[in-house]
């Protein structure tokens, strides 16, 4: 494969960053992932933690070829990455489950897959336009489609970040998943938090790929993202990536890595194990006594 990737993720005006991104790939398979840990609930920086950490483990594991269902491994990873939030939550005796949104992708023989929970977001760029893009599992989303509200209005609406789906909460996330993305010479995928994209339009950015790499045009737009939320910015992360003409030999080519090896990197603080086995998969009736021990916890808290 040949591709050109970025990958950044900035405090803005944060006392901390919750977001936590990474990408991973091997001779043959790219994976891309981006995570906001909630503010709005306890430790959202070790849910976005847990659930890169994961999913990334999943993927050493089981791409060490080639995935055999794309879009199977990625709801099969989020869904893993929610339970080890929950088990997290009860080890430590935590009243609340950290939460954290999640999109990731997949790009494996020419194609593009992504699947998403929350309000994390994925862009595909083509020839200067929007081609592809995630949906928000959010209120506000739900008022665009219904046509309430219109996309510009969306933008500043006050429920703008109450979402609906994520990963560590009482109920197992809504995860949707994108068909099949064949990609063409010069597209580009962009995953976000909403500290980058509530501010940087996709409209701006397109056609701006046109004329500059990702590596050379990503850096700016995380420095307006900032200028234009004049001193409220949330964390700001961004992984792009951009499929460059296979034929092309000034590109570097994935195969020149070993088999069964990877390049990784993320903003994680944990060691990521390169390939080893995840430990054994917690079940849904260990989700569901998790949650039931949670529940009973707080009942139990004097008010």
Known sequence: MRFTIFQDSRVGDR?????????????????????????GHAQGEVAAEIAVTEITRRFQHEARNKLRKPAD??????????????????????????????????????SAYW???????????????????????????QMVDSG????????????????????GGVVPPQISVAREFEL????????????????IPATLMA?????????????????????????????ISVVAMTWENQDDAKVADTQMLGEEQFTSSTNTTQTLDDGKPPADDVT???????????????????R
């Open 15 to 39: 006392d901390g960053n919750e977001d936590r991104v990474g990408y991973t790939y091997s001779r043959d398979v790219l994976l891309m992932v981006v995570c906001d840990g909630m503010g």
């Open 73 to 110: 491994f990625l709801v099969s990873a989020i869904q893993s990455a929610h339970r080890a939030i929950v088990s997290h939550a009860v080890e430590q005796n935590m009243l609340e489950c950290p939460r954290t949104t999640c999109v990731a992708a997949i790009v494996q023989n020419g």
């Open 115 to 141: 699947a998403h929970a929350g309000d994390s977001r994925l862009y595909v760029v083509r020839d200067g336009r929007l081609a592809g893009a995630t949906q928000d599992h959010s209120r506000v989303q």
């Open 148 to 167: 309430e509200i219109t996309a510009e209005m969306a933008a500043r609406h006050p429920d703008r970040n109450k979402i609906f789906s994520c990963l």
């Open 184 to 199: 063409r010479s010069g597209d580009t995928i962009i995953l976000s938090t909403d500290g980058f994209w509530a501010n």
């Open 207 to 235: 056609p701006m790929l046109r004329k500059q790499t990702v590596v050379e045009l990503m850096p700016g737009m995380m420095d307006e993202a900032h200028r234009r939320a004049n001193g409220e910015s949330d964390n």
């Open 284 to 302: 849904e009736e260990d989700i569901e006594r998790a949650i039931a021990e949670i529940q009973d916890a707080i009942r139990k808290v004097p």
